[in-house]
């Protein structure tokens, strides 16, 4: 018996309040990583223990270590077969800050390469921390988002100090395999650069792939960070909880050092929900991950079945497929999309000037699944 509960649409509009709250009466949401299911029961345990005894204030101002700390560190064991000592796990609001926290306090003020697509808030991280953002897209028509170590490595050559890593990526759905991490390592490092790597989606591997964090392999300690969150595994994004992990206790001190109003704004209901997540939700997560491999499995027929020409890549972690619906001819095809009744990202959020590419979030219920792509076949091909 599983124990993810898919939630009824009444009871995702009113608990997914983005996801759901702001779509038309009819359309069925599928564009914010957010998933249609219930909260996993030891994190609503742990927080309606904590609202019952009031534990709403201030959390402790703990800048390293602590009980986030110590979960999180058990949780790579387990999880990664990594060893995190919990006094390099730093508290920060959510991924994003984490981010932007790294990228002002260890990075130089030089340019930052991104690839693309990106998760759209990170386009703006750049211009936020005052510096430039050096595209570096992948081959639209290639069969993975697999970096271009050349020209990754002319980027920095030209003077780029930092690259900001997806992985898995978002929206491409891609894991990093250890040989493509050394080899972005080996380019890094040949030019004294930063690595920023937001592995938030760490958990969420699927069968077939295995996550390795870039703090894993050699020589990355005194160069790289990670940020990672309990957050889209558990779907708590809104407690705001995340955390970067440090290779070194040079950098975690350099972190630690930094003025309060740097890194704060983190929650103690956050904390709560992340250390339940973290140290009793590995039964929940194990069902997630299965039924998120499902997912992947009929996404895969029913594109087949009703809409051939659309392109995916091997969707190894994520619920957030990356579809290529060129073939049908639409610019915008979200816009299509949203007229027949469902709701995806469109794809320029995430590559400016990409036309005709959607990013659609699959973690719902079969049925609902079943019916979203179906209006969108009946959306984008004028069948009935």
Not at 88 to 115: F, K, N
Not at 158 to 165: C, H, V, Y
Not at 219 to 248: E, M, R, Y
Not at 311 to 323: F, G, N, P, S, V
């Amino acid at each position: 018996m599983t124990l993810i509960r898919d939630l009824t649409d009444d009871e995702a509009r009113a608990a997914l309040v983005l996801k759901w709250g702001t779509v038309e009466p009819g359309v069925i949401p599928a564009w914010v990583a957010e998933m249609d299911y219930a909260v996993a029961e030891p994190v609503g345990a742990a927080l309606r223990d904590a609202v019952e005894r009031g534990e709403v204030g201030y959390p402790a101002f703990v800048r390293a270590g602590g009980p986030i700390g110590e979960a999180y560190a058990g949780f790579a064991r387990r999880h990664f077969g990594t060893d995190v000592p919990a006094d390099r796990v730093l508290p920060t609001a959510d991924v994003t800050v984490g981010v932007r926290v790294a990228l002002e306090v260890l990075s130089e003020r030089a340019p930052m390469v991104l690839p693309l697509p990106a998760y759209d808030p990170q386009h703006g991280l750049a211009q936020v921390t005052g510096r430039e953002q050096w595209d570096l897209p992948v081959d639209p028509d290639g069969d993975s988002y697999v970096v271009d170590l050349d020209a990754l490595d002319r980027l920095f050559a030209r003077g780029a100090r930092t690259l900001l890593l997806t992985q898995p990526h978002n929206p491409g759905g891609h894991v990093h395999t250890r040989a493509e991490l050394e080899g972005i390592r080996d380019v890094v490092t040949r030019h004294g650069g930063r690595v920023v790597s937001d592995e938030i989606h760490g958990p969420l591997v699927l069968p077939g792939a295995e996550h390795v964090s870039y703090l894993s392999l050699e020589g990355t300690a005194d160069h790289a960070v990670a940020v990672v969150a309990a957050s889209k595994a558990f779907n708590i994004p809104g407690l705001k909880c995340a955390q970067i992990v440090t290779g070194d206790d040079a950098t975690r001190d350099r972190l630690v050092a930094i003025p309060m109003a740097q890194n704060d704004s983190w929650g103690s209901l956050g904390v709560v929900a992340s250390v339940a997540a973290y140290d009793e939700g590995d039964a929940w997560l194990a069902d997630l991950v299965e039924r998120l491999d499902q997912q992947r499995a009929l996404l895969g027929r029913l594109l087949a079945e009703h809409l051939p020409e659309a392109r995916m890549r091997q969707l190894e972690a994520t619920y957030l497929a990356w579809l290529d619906l060129r073939a049908y001819g639409h610019d915008d095809p979200a816009a299509v999309i949203l007229r027949g009744g469902v709701q995806v990202s469109p794809g320029e959020s995430y590559w400016p000037g990409l036309p005709r590419h959607v990013r659609l979030n699959i973690a719902t219920s079969p049925d609902r699944l079943t019916e979203i792509v179906g209006r969108m076949a009946a959306a984008l091909t004028g069948a009935p």
